[in-house]
Structures are given as structure tokens and as C-alpha cells.
């Protein structure tokens, strides 16, 4: 099986997609994370990437479609993948097509956590983790039982994200609707997108997933 799964920055795609993983055995295939990897081991498409990145320029599409094609050829055809960050234009949705049509494989779910811009603004300036475990909190729906106390190990010191302002949350929300928009019409018409409210609680958004999977992630 192979699924996109949408959603800005915030919208819980990490968490989702962490969950199918372990639930399903699915590979989460983030090109960002496949660049810096392909890059590190010094594949043949990690040196290409490198070449252009030292030269201060942006990847090329092709580059891209070959480290996600290099990367499924590593897994083989039985893994299930889900696609994080890519396909962003639609250059690269017929890109995708091609590569998964070459390997025998085929797209079967575009999956989009839906958000409202103010609550996911809401969401994401009101959380803090704790400096020393990690746990979460958040200002308004999770604070410490005890004040400055963390429930799990005790510390008096937590910690915020630098670029979880309003003023970067509403920027990557207006960077994720520009370059969302011209790839759903291509998934639309041929009947493969749902929609998920990506507000709801973690547990409600994946038995959201998983009924839209149905017997295909068994």
C-alpha cells in the first residue's frame, strides 16, 4: 500500500504516521530525511544532491524522484510506504505515477489532516516540553499537576520551541496551502483523497486513518 499523508506543520502527520508505522509496519518516507541520509552514505544520488546543494542551489525534481525511487528499490515491493513532503507540485505527482508505475505499485490514498488556522495557531504557541525527559505540556489543555513541577521526572525546567510563534505558524500554513493546492484536483478526480479533522484528539484521528485504510493496511 501506498499513501500520501497531508497536513502542515502541527497538524499531528508525524504522530500519524509514527503510529502506522508500528501498527501496519509502513515506512514513513520523508525526502528531507532521505537527502540528508542519501547524502551522509554518499549513494550516487546523495553525491549528485551534495554537488548542488555545496553550489548554494535548490534540488532539482529529478534528483528528488531519484532518491525516492533508490530508496523504495532498498525497501522492495512489499513494503508499504507513506509519502511525507512529496509530491508538491504537479511536476512531481506525475513523477511519483511514473516511479511507482515502473516498480509495480500504485497510489491508494491521499489522506489530508484538515486544520483550523486558528486553532492550530492556538495549538502550537501554547505548547512547552520539560528540558530534562521531554514530556509535553501546553499553556491552556495540559499544564503540570504542580506548578513548574513535571509529572514525570521531577525537573523545574521546561523549554519552548523557538519557531512555535503565531507569526511562523501562519507563515508555514500559508507555504503548506500554496504548495497543496495544485496537487489534490490531480487526486480528486480519480476518487483517492479523504479528509481527516486533524483537531480532533490523536486516538479519534487515527481510527479516522485506519477506517479509511480499511482492509488494505491488514
Given at each position: 500500500m501506498n499513501i500520501i499523508l497531508l497536513g502542515p506543520p502541527g497538524a499531528g502527520k508525524g504522530t500519524q504516521a509514527s503510529r502506522l508505522e508500528s501498527e501496519h509496519g509502513m515506512v514513513q518516507?520523508?525526502?528531507?530525511?532521505m537527502l540528508r541520509a542519501a547524502v551522509k552514505a554518499g549513494t550516487p544520488i546523495g553525491v549528485q544532491a551534495k554537488a548542488v546543494m555545496d553550489a548554494g542551489e535548490l534540488v532539482s525534481d529529478e534528483i528528488v524522484s531519484g532518491l525516492i525511487g533508490e530508496r523504495l528499490d532498498e525497501l522492495g515491493g512489499e513494503t508499504s510506504v507513506i509519502f511525507d513532503g512529496y509530491p508538491r507540485t504537479a511536476?512531481?505527482?506525475?513523477s511519483l505515477d511514473q516511479i511507482l508505475a515502473d516498480r509495480g505499485r500504485k497510489l491508494d490514498h491521499v489522506i489530508?489532516?484538515?486544520v483550523e488556522e486558528e486553532a492550530l495557531v492556538d495549538r502550537i504557541t501554547g505548547r512547552f516540553s520539560c528540558a530534562k525527559c521531554g514530556a509535553g505540556y501546553h499553556d491552556r489543555y495540559k499544564l503540570p499537576k504542580v506548578e513548574n513541577v513535571c509529572d514525570v521526572c521531577g525537573s523545574s525546567?521546561?523549554?519552548r520551541r523557538p519557531d512555535d510563534n503565531e507569526e511562523t505558524v501562519r507563515t508555514r500554513m500559508a507555504e503548506y496551502r500554496a504548495k497543496t493546492a495544485p496537487i489534490l484536483p490531480i487526486y480528486e478526480a480519480r476518487?483517492?483523497?479523504s479528509k481527516v479533522d486533524g483537531m480532533a484528539d490523536i486516538d479519534h484521528v487515527n481510527d479516522a486513518i485506519e477506517a479509511i485504510l480499511g482492509s488494505d493496511a491488514s
Open positions: 518516507l520523508s525526502t528531507g530525511d511536476a512531481q505527482a506525475d489530508e489532516l484538515v525546567e521546561f523549554k476518487g483517492i483523497v
